[in-house]
């Protein structure tokens, strides 16, 4: 099979398109045939990539852990998912991930692919609206009538915060910049806060949870326009427990996980039309370096996917 293997620490340029060996499933195991993945832009950053929870250290990785495909087989064991169904998963991190053309999955992580998406749309989901989902709902409890204010509102995450706090019954106020306002309000925020112009600890004030996909100093003034109780939820880089304790704020960090059942009411909002995927670049398996390469650019609109099966061909 043709994959994208990691030969180093470091960048997209480490990352090379080649034959390697089709995996097996073992006892409990899942080989998808993988027919898109989603591209995750920091994973070449993560230190699970490089070696096991375990601290092993892990030979020529395979990155990519958002997938959409079908049930190639199932290994012993395995016996609530049929050969040939349509699925889409977050994988674990510490495993081979989903950017060659099959893969191995857990029964856990595998949930139906949302009927109204294909595949390419169905892999932009799961590791973006997991996060999302577990931030809003898991770690900062959102209900209706709260607010919440979202950094990095267009991003891949936030694209789905927003919809989903809308869904919620939120207040949904977002940071981005002006050419992104009118596609965030169509989404469902608002308020929209021009960055760029405005520092939004001068707009907004007593906010119950602040939601964070940006870090460093977009963090650091955050903390102003959290009410006191509230939450500050970041997953980019751990909030100051001692600035938390200051300002009477909760603060949460943390690593999505994949989520059978949390996937299936995510496709039911989808098929529903109560939230979309939003995809800003499309490119073959073969182009991961320069899609990786982009994303590390920033200033996406949505989420980077890597096609590996051509459904039109």
Same mark, same amino acid.
């Given at each position: ?23 097996? $499933? ?20 993560? $230190? ?27 290994? $012993? ?34 949930? $139906? ?30 209900? @209706? ?32 910049? @002006? ?135």
């Amino acid at each position: 099979m043709k994959a994208i293997h990691l030969y180093g620490r470091g960048g997209p340029d480490q990352l090379i398109y080649e034959d390697a060996p089709q995996p097996h $499933p073992g006892p409990g195991e899942v080989l998808v045939r993988v027919y898109a993945t989603g591209v995750i832009a920091y994973e070449l950053t993560y $230190p699970v990539t490089y070696q096991t929870r375990a601290g092993v250290t892990r030979s020529l990785p395979i990155p990519g852990h958002d997938l959409s495909g079908r049930v190639e087989q199932v290994g $012993p064991g395995v016996t609530d998912i049929a050969r040939g169904s349509e699925v889409y998963a977050l994988t674990a991190f510490d495993r081979d991930g989903a950017e060659a053309e099959y893969t191995i999955a857990l029964p856990s992580e595998l949930a $139906p692919k949302p009927r109204s998406l294909d595949y390419v749309q169905a892999a932009a989901v799961p590791l973006t609206a997991l996060t999302a989902w577990q931030a809003l709902f898991d770690h900062a409890n959102l209900s @209706a009538s709260q607010t919440v204010l979202i950094h990095g509102a267009a991003g891949g995450v936030g694209v789905f915060a927003v919809q989903l706090a809308r869904w919620a019954g939120a207040r949904v106020i977002v940071t981005a910049s @002006a050419r992104n306002r009118d596609f965030l309000r169509e989404l469902g925020a608002n308020e929209i806060i021009d960055y760029t112009t405005t520092r939004f600890e001068e707009m907004v004030h007593d906010v119950d949870i602040v939601l964070d996909m940006i870090g460093s100093d977009t963090l650091e003034r955050s903390w102003k326009v959290v009410k006191k109780g509230g939450v500050l939820v970041s997953v980019a880089e751990p909030p100051s427990p001692e600035q938390a304790k200051a300002h009477d704020v909760r603060p949460v960090w943390f690593i999505v996980e994949p989520n059978r059942d949390q996937l299936i009411q995510i496709g039911g909002l989808i098929d529903t039309g109560q939230i979309r995927p939003i995809i800003d670049t499309v490119l073959p398996l073969s182009q991961a370096r320069q899609a990786y390469e982009q994303g590390a650019r920033g200033h996406t609109r949505g989420k980077i996917v890597l096609r590996v099966v051509d459904e039109s061909a």
